[in-house]
């Protein structure tokens, strides 16, 4: 891994983590600075907007790839991925956003 993907990694990361941070109903845990994953509903990304969607759904890609030990990315299944995430959360706005992510990535 080269300094220039490792710097890109852990600034995609701690945007992601502000990000979470400020969704509604994880505010209340920063003092904590722990966020459950599997609380982060469906409806709720799909309320927030611009950057702030687009941030967060790459940080579950992200952090689902990082899960199943992945270090490369194919471009066009990401893609695919995250147009059926979007069309699945919007169907089933209560269900579990990383979980709704990980059926659609294998």
Not at 45 to 53: F, H, I, N, P
Request: hydrophobic share 45%.
């Amino acid at each position: 891994m080269t300094i220039i993907s490792s710097t890109i990694k852990a600034g995609a990361l701690a945007t992601a983590i502000v990000s979470l941070s400020c969704l509604p109903g994880f505010a209340q845990n920063q003092k904590d600075e722990k966020v459950d994953l599997s609380a982060l509903a469906c409806k709720t990304v799909m309320t927030l907007s611009g950057t702030d969607r687009d941030t967060t759904i790459s940080f579950i890609h992200g952090y689902l790839a990082g899960k199943q030990g992945k270090n490369e990315v194919d471009l066009a299944a990401l893609t695919e991925a995250t147009e059926a995430f979007i069309d699945k959360c919007l169907d089933a706005p209560k269900a579990g956003a990383v979980a709704t992510m990980q059926a659609l990535v294998k």
